[in-house]
Structure formats: structure tokens, C-alpha cells
């Protein structure tokens, strides 16, 4: 009975793979170009008379400042969200501050770990979820009530929400994120190294101030690579992580 269930059970992630790599990449294409036509509309068919110089130097501006980004952010999300979630959510966009948070406190309260199958599928439905919630609210209290609020509310109030919105929100993600991993040796390393990038390294070499994230995520991934535990997983917990390749193992 236990070998037909798992035997069910990787045919249907085989098929649900197979579904994703060829719907994934087609869905992400056309978005991609949509977003450059659109945006080559704009820069050409709308008369602001851009040239091809000034597209092309604002394009290496761009790259310069946030292509380490497109880069570490898929390194990064990669071992919470999984393949499947990879495409929903650099489909849709604004990862960091709603589709992993989602993602992550999803995972959190349903008990499973980053990097299984059950936990792809958990944050694919948390993204999906997130965007039902974020779509409804942009509705009603941005489209319906939104003008009204921010005109009752005091500018300093404003200004002063701005500035801490952001550090509550990804504040709320580490921590989610410490709580789910249970990694307490890989999160030292992660915070000692942080630390030491924010608090030493940029200070002296203030050249690498654009390339501090991604030398604390290499470093960090390379120092706990190094001191991760050397015992194999449990196969209780592989089996109970319903991830077929870690039961094989």
C-alpha cells in the first residue's frame, strides 16, 4: 500500500515538473515580452524622442547598479520557493516585500522546511493566495479609499511611516526565515557575516557598497557550506518531507 502511494506520488510530481518546465518558461517569456514592448512603445512610438544612445546608456546604468541583483535573487529565493514557485513569483514580481514573505510564514505555519516538495507546492499556493489578497485590497483601499486616506492623514505621519515600513517588513521576513530554517549554525554565520560586510568591510572600501549583498550571500553560502554538519539527514525526516530524491538517498 505504502509503495503504490509513493509510487503515485512521484508520478504526479513527474508530471507536475514536466508541466511547469514547459508552461513556466513560456509564461515568463511572453511576459517579458510584453514588459519590452511596452516599454519600447513608450520610448519610441509615444514621440518623446528618445535615441537609441540614451536607451542604451540607461540600459547600462540599470545593469551596472542592479544586475548583481538579477543574479543573487534567484541564488537567494531559490531554496524557499523551488522551481514551480521561481516562475509564479518572477512572473508577478515584488518578491521580497509580499510573494517570499507569504511564502516563508506559509511554510512556517504548516511546519515544513524550505527545500522539499511539499514546501514548493505550499509556497506556490501562499503565492497565488498573495495575490488574490494583494489584488482585492489594491481595489478597494487603494483605488476606493486610498486618495481618501492619505488625505486625512497628516504629511509627517506619512513621512515617517515611509521610513519604517520597509525595515518592519523585511525585519518580519528574517525572522520568519530563521523560524522556519531551524538552522541556527547557518544563521550565526549569515548574521556574523552581515555584520562584518555592513559594519566593517563597506566602511573601509566604500567602492563595494553595490556589490555587499551579493559578497554577503556568496560568503555566507561558502562559510556554511564548509561548516554545515557532515551527518547525513534522518530518513524519518526525508520521508516525512515527502521529497522523493532525498528518500532515494
Known amino acids: 500500500m505504502s509503495t503504490t502511494t509513493s509510487t503515485d506520488k512521484s508520478a504526479g510530481f513527474a508530471t507536475f515538473d514536466r508541466t511547469t518546465s514547459i508552461w513556466g518558461p513560456i509564461t515568463l517569456g511572453l511576459g517579458l515580452l510584453i514588459s519590452l514592448g511596452a516599454a519600447l512603445y513608450a520610448a519610441f512610438g509615444s514621440g518623446m524622442g528618445i535615441s537609441t544612445a540614451e536607451l542604451l546608456t540607461a540600459v547600462a546604468a540599470v545593469l551596472a547598479t542592479f544586475g548583481v ?51 514548493e507546492l505550499i509556497a506556490g499556493s501562499a503565492i497565488i493566495g498573495a495575490v488574490l489578497v494583494h489584488i482585492t485590497t489594491l481595489v478597494l483601499f487603494v483605488g476606493v479609499l486610498g486618495t481618501w486616506l492619505l488625505g486625512t492623514l497628516p504629511a509627517p505621519l506619512i513621512a515617517t511611516a515611509r521610513v519604517y515600513i520597509l525595515p518592519a517588513v523585511f525585519g518580519a521576513v528574517v525572522l520568519q526565515s530563521v523560524l522556519a530554517m531551524k538552522s541556527r549554525r547557518t544563521t550565526i554565520v549569515a548574521v556574523i557575516v552581515a555584520a562584518l560586510m555592513v559594519f566593517v568591510v563597506v566602511p573601509l572600501a566604500p567602492a563595494l557598497t553595490h556589490y555587499a549583498t551579493a559578497l554577503a550571500v556568496v560568503t555566507t553560502i561558502a562559510i556554511a557550506w564548509f561548516a554545515r554538519a557532515k551527518t547525513p539527514p534522518r530518513v524519518a525526516d526525508s520521508v516525512a518531507s515527502g521529497d522523493p530524491a532525498t528518500q532515494t538517498r
Open 69 to 119: 541583483i538579477a543574479i543573487i535573487e534567484p541564488i537567494s529565493y531559490f531554496p524557499i520557493l523551488g522551481r514551480s514557485a521561481m516562475y509564479q513569483a518572477f512572473l508577478i514580481g515584488n518578491i521580497a516585500n509580499k510573494l517570499l514573505p507569504a511564502a516563508v510564514v506559509a511554510q512556517a505555519n504548516l511546519g515544513e522546511r524550505p527545500g522539499t516538495r511539499r514546501a
